[in-house]
């Protein structure tokens, strides 16, 4: 760690709110994505805009990478400290600012934990609607990061559908304020370019956000298949049909069984497939909706269909989906997971062709689904100890990408590009289209210290580029 800065990071933060210790710093070597890990120089926690500010300017003036880091929930090695340097640690950032139920807007900072916001809203019969399965846990300003979605994207969009305006600071130092409360500030959509740029464009320290009105009624279904086919073409079926529900997640029987065993919410361990359904909305519309989506799943296969009978139960099935990620600790030492997303009418071919990539390179897959908007999230079962597993992971994990690019999807649905997938990123975007991206990238980041490695894939990566095409063309593609 350069001297000079780290004395004046300790001058700034004291040695309360600054980690050099080696013991202290391994906590931030790797985020919830097990195969990155980079330990950094220095870890800060500032509390304010303008403690954001001076950490950022103390890291240009000795020309050290810096990148901000909220509860390290991750999934694509984001919050990762690539090339070290200093980690701005934004837990300490959780106020809300103001919630204001006459405008339904709220001001957060951005180490607010994404569920305490639908909570303090609640009083006011409001609800923040991005709920990735890590809500208890994941800060608002890694949301905004990596522009994250959750179970409820399919009727309610991801977080960039949420973000009204935001206070950042950018990779030179510099304040600035993007996008107004009403959402609609004139002039290009600065707020939407920030959004999604996984923290290479500045650090967000105050987030406004849109607040919905809480649903008068909510029904969830538990559809319970025989065959993961049956399961996902039940999916195209329900949304040709014209029902859009609120929630439509998938599991496999590997999943159900990791669940049944850590927490027994009432899955059945031998299906072969669930489906978790959620439709809300005005309590005469539902009493209409219900037999219709009942039928469809019947008719598409469902052995059985179970309605939640009470908050209580419906509370647990819930638990049982947003907590399958942490049940699979039951069946390995370690998952590793992709967000690719496919068409839903490609889903049953995606799952099958998932299946086979797993059997081929000899790994245990168990799948988890966002299914109604085709975002995959497969689970690749390892031992990070057993060098050639982690080897036979890396590689299966290429292919099923690979896979969602040829079916017409893309290579992220919410975890990001991040460390993981950069080198990737040919498989979607020809090199001029990456070129441009490096330009806008530039027009925020002259110097490439803020979170620098991640999302585009670098000049040394080349060869790493072209094997990327190669999987391409004579691959899935």
């Given at each position: 760690m350069?001297?000079?800065?780290?004395?004046?990071?300790?001058?700034?933060f004291g040695?309360?709110r600054?980690?050099?210790?080696?013991?202290a710093?391994?906590?931030y070597e790797?985020?919830?994505h097990t195969?990155?890990?980079?330990?950094?120089?220095a870890?800060v926690?500032?509390?304010?805009?303008?403690?954001?500010?001076?950490?950022v300017?103390?890291?240009?003036?000795?020309?050290?990478p810096f990148?901000a880091?909220g509860?390290?929930?991750?999934?694509s090695?984001?919050?990762?400290a690539?090339?070290?340097?200093?980690?701005?640690?934004?837990?300490?950032m959780?106020?809300?600012?103001s919630?204001d139920?006459?405008?339904?807007?709220?001001?957060?900072?951005?180490?607010?934990?994404n569920?305490?916001?639908s909570?303090?809203?609640s009083?006011h019969?409001?609800f923040y609607?991005?709920?990735p399965?890590?809500?208890?846990?994941c800060?608002?300003g890694?949301n905004?990061a990596?522009?994250s979605?959750?179970?409820h994207?399919?009727?309610?969009g991801?977080?960039?559908?949420?973000?009204?305006?935001l206070?950042v600071?950018?990779?030179n130092?510099e304040?600035?304020?993007l996008?107004s409360?009403t959402g609609?500030a004139p002039g290009?959509?600065?707020?939407g370019l920030f959004v999604?740029?996984?923290?290479?464009?500045?650090?967000?320290t105050?987030?406004?956000?849109?607040l919905?009105?809480?649903?008068e009624s909510?029904?969830t279904f538990?559809?319970?298949?025989d065959?993961v086919?049956?399961a996902s073409e039940?999916?195209s079926?329900?949304?040709?049909?014209?029902?859009v529900?609120a929630?439509?997640?998938?599991?496999?029987?590997?999943?159900?069984?990791?669940?049944?065993?850590?927490?027994?919410v009432g899955?059945p361990?031998d299906?072969?497939?669930v489906?978790?359904i959620?439709?809300?909305?005005?309590?005469d519309e539902?009493?209409?909706?219900a037999p219709?989506?009942?039928?469809?799943?019947r008719?598409s296969?469902?052995?059985?269909?179970?309605e939640a009978?009470?908050?209580?139960?419906?509370a647990?099935?819930?638990k049982?989906?947003k907590q399958a990620?942490g049940?699979?600790?039951?069946?390995?030492?370690?998952?590793y997971?992709?967000?690719?997303?496919?068409?839903r009418?490609?889903l049953?071919?995606?799952l099958?062709?998932?299946?086979e990539i797993?059997?081929?390179?000899r790994?245990r897959v168990a799948n988890?689904?966002?299914?109604?908007?085709?975002n995959?999230?497969?689970?690749?079962?390892?031992?990070?100890?057993?060098h050639d597993e982690?080897?036979?992971?890396k590689?299966?994990?290429?292919?099923?990408?690979?896979l969602?690019v040829?079916?017409?999807?893309?290579?992220?649905g919410?975890h990001?590009i991040g460390?993981?997938?950069?080198?990737?990123?040919p498989?979607a975007?020809?090199?001029?289209e990456?070129?441009?991206f490096?330009?806008v990238?530039?027009?925020f980041d002259?110097?490439?210290?803020r979170?620098?490695g991640?999302l585009l894939?670098q000049?040394a990566r080349?060869?790493?580029?072209?094997?990327?095409r190669?999987?391409k063309?004579g691959?899935?593609?």
């Amino acid at each position: 760690m350069n001297a000079a800065l780290a004395a004046e990071l300790l001058a700034m933060f004291g040695a309360e709110r600054c980690a050099l210790d080696p013991e202290a710093l391994i906590v931030y070597e790797s985020d919830g994505h097990t195969l990155a890990r980079q330990v950094p120089e220095a870890v800060v926690f500032p509390e304010t805009t303008a403690e954001v500010q001076a950490a950022v300017r103390a890291c240009i003036r000795y020309g050290v990478p810096f990148l901000a880091r909220g509860a390290g929930t991750g999934l694509s090695g984001g919050a990762v400290a690539a090339l070290r340097g200093v980690i701005i640690e934004t837990s300490r950032m959780r106020q809300i600012i103001s919630l204001d139920p006459i405008d339904r807007v709220a001001v957060v900072q951005p180490g607010l934990v994404n569920l305490h916001l639908s909570q303090a809203a609640s009083p006011h019969r409001l609800f923040y609607a991005p709920d990735p399965s890590s809500q208890g846990a994941c800060t608002i300003g890694g949301n905004v990061a990596e522009n994250s979605g959750g179970p409820h994207t399919l009727k309610y969009g991801v977080t960039t559908n949420h973000v009204l305006a935001l206070t950042v600071v950018l990779p030179n130092g510099e304040v600035a304020h993007l996008g107004s409360i009403t959402g609609d500030a004139p002039g290009l959509d600065l707020v939407g370019l920030f959004v999604g740029s996984e923290g290479t464009f500045g650090i967000a320290t105050e987030i406004t956000v849109r607040l919905l009105p809480a649903v008068e009624s909510v029904r969830t279904f538990l559809a319970v298949y025989d065959s993961v086919a049956a399961a996902s073409e039940t999916v195209s079926a329900i949304l040709r049909a014209g029902i859009v529900p609120a929630a439509l997640e998938l599991m496999d029987n590997a999943a159900i069984r990791a669940v049944e065993a850590h927490l027994k919410v009432g899955f059945p361990i031998d299906a072969a497939a669930v489906l978790l359904i959620e439709i809300e909305g005005r309590t005469d519309e539902q009493s209409l909706l219900a037999p219709r989506l009942l039928e469809i799943c019947r008719s598409s296969g469902a052995r059985e269909v179970q309605e939640a009978a009470d908050e209580l139960q419906r509370a647990a099935l819930w638990k049982g989906r947003k907590q399958a990620l942490g049940a699979l600790g039951k069946l390995a030492p370690a998952y590793y997971t992709h967000d690719g997303v496919v068409p839903r009418s490609k889903l049953p071919q995606a799952l099958e062709a998932i299946a086979e990539i797993g059997v081929r390179h000899r790994l245990r897959v168990a799948n988890v689904c966002h299914a109604g908007d085709g975002n995959l999230h497969p689970l690749l079962l390892f031992d990070p100890d057993n060098h050639d597993e982690v080897g036979r992971v890396k590689a299966a994990g290429a292919e099923i990408l690979a896979l969602c690019v040829a079916l017409g999807g893309a290579l992220t649905g919410e975890h990001g590009i991040g460390l993981e997938k950069q080198q990737l990123m040919p498989l979607a975007f020809e090199p001029h289209e990456l070129e441009q991206f490096e330009r806008v990238r530039a027009v925020f980041d002259v110097e490439k210290l803020r979170n620098p490695g991640k999302l585009l894939p670098q000049g040394a990566r080349c060869g790493e580029m072209l094997q990327a095409r190669r999987l391409k063309h004579g691959g899935w593609l």
